[in-house]
């Protein structure tokens, strides 16, 4: 049972909350004034077609060219208003997001007119308003975050790790640091601290954004940079990501995979690992093998470097182990999984096994996307890939 009595407005949404034997027959008395003030409110035409046996609890309606659906649930009801205008979501404006800014003008004026009619309505029905306060400028919509009641971290003396741009410079609330946008630009604002090594950058008014520490940098600690524009490698840019084989190219190398033989194929799945790990792509060095008994094994030959040895630039690893290679769950990453399994049933098989993404927009996808075009042409050769 719930003794509180509150609503909350957000974007186009009237949340009530309370005790249904409260908050119920005040939803409804609130939807006889929204009908006194010229809407026209009925059940949801969707949910009697789908769902007949929730109809008494939901509701729709409209005022012109703004709509509403509306239903009441166990500790409260809610009203949702949209406008079927300016529309994104192929199945109405019901379901877009932004619903209050992807309204017209005059329409977002009605809507707020409405609104300003249902608060006074349930602040005189004993409701206390529970919205979260319409912050305009990115300034304040920050500063609400660190003024927060519910942040009990303090930003105060943290260590280095948490507060070290991008060249080891350390970083202070109030500075102007400078970072690179989705395509390399240039672009700058003011830092503060959120939580972890995650900083609030304030850019403009309108805009601000959310970066970790070695995201952030100054102009004048290296020549790079202060560089307007700093191009990064991309796979799309590649000429081998746009290569599309023909299907007597497909059926060539994977001929060529089959006749080549379980040993054959062993030696193509090997070199392919070898490289994995040599881009960094697969953190430990994987090896197939052929055993006694004609089955297909797997080794890890290089991996678990130890941590000392690896700080002191040594690559000290583990001795070389068996690996299980046919349970549910290898014991590796997922990434690395996906690529032992992939390998595992193309030497098994001889038939193409992986199918991957390659690069699509300008900037590839991950720091070392550029990269893929060069595995993506390998699997291609040695007839691994779908």
């Given at each position: ?87 994104e979501n192929p199945n109405g404006g019901r379901y877009d997001f932004n619903k209050f800014e992807k309204m017209p003008y005059l329409l977002q004026k009605r809507f707020l007119l409405e609104v300003r009619y249902m608060e006074q309505f349930l602040l005189e029905e004993g409701f206390t308003c529970d919205s979260k306060p319409v912050l305009k400028t990115s300034y304040d919509k920050v500063f609400h ?242």
């Amino acid at each position: 049972m719930r003794g509180d009595k509150d609503f909350s407005i957000w974007n186009t949404s009237i949340a009530v909350r309370g005790d249904k034997e409260i908050s119920h027959p005040t939803f409804l008395r609130m939807l006889d004034m929204m009908r006194n003030r010229g809407f026209v409110v009925g059940s949801d035409p969707r949910i009697d077609r789908d769902y007949p046996i929730l109809s008494k609890d939901r509701f729709a309606g409209n005022k012109g060219e703004l709509l509403f659906v509306g239903e009441k649930y166990n500790c409260g009801a809610k009203l949702e208003f949209y406008q079927e205008i300016n529309v994104e979501n192929p199945n109405g404006g019901r379901y877009d997001f932004n619903k209050f800014e992807k309204m017209p003008y005059l329409l977002q004026k009605r809507f707020l007119l409405e609104v300003r009619y249902m608060e006074q309505f349930l602040l005189e029905e004993g409701f206390t308003c529970d919205s979260k306060p319409v912050l305009k400028t990115s300034y304040d919509k920050v500063f609400h975050e660190l003024n927060s009641p519910s942040r009990h971290w303090s930003s105060e003396n943290l260590p280095d790790y948490n507060a070290l741009d991008k060249d080891g410079i350390r970083i202070n609330n109030g500075e102007v640091k400078y970072f690179r946008g989705r395509k390399g630009t240039l672009m700058r604002g003011t830092v503060y601290h959120n939580i972890n090594n995650m900083w609030w950058v304030i850019v403009n008014k309108d805009y601000y954004t959310n970066l970790a520490s070695f995201e952030l940098f100054d102009l004048d600690t290296k020549p790079e940079n202060s560089l307007r524009k700093l191009t990064k490698r991309s796979g799309h840019h590649n000429p081998k990501s746009r290569f599309i084989p023909s299907e007597a190219n497909l059926k060539e190398w994977s001929t060529a995979a089959k006749k080549d033989g379980k040993d054959g194929r062993i030696k193509l799945a090997n070199s392919v690992l070898d490289y994995l790990y040599e881009i960094n792509w697969t953190s430990r060095k994987f090896q197939f093998f052929k055993k006694d008994n004609g089955r297909l094994g797997l080794m890890e030959t290089e991996g678990n470097p130890y941590f000392l040895g690896h700080r002191l630039g040594e690559k000290k690893y583990d001795p070389p182990r068996i690996m299980s290679l046919y349970t549910r769950s290898l014991s590796m990453s997922s990434t690395e999984s996906s690529w032992v399994k992939g390998l595992r049933d193309y030497v098994t098989g001889g038939k193409p096994t992986i199918s991957k993404w390659f690069c699509r927009d300008g900037n590839g996808e991950g720091g070392q996307a550029y990269l893929w075009p060069e595995v993506r042409e390998r699997l291609l050769h040695i007839g691994a890939h779908v």
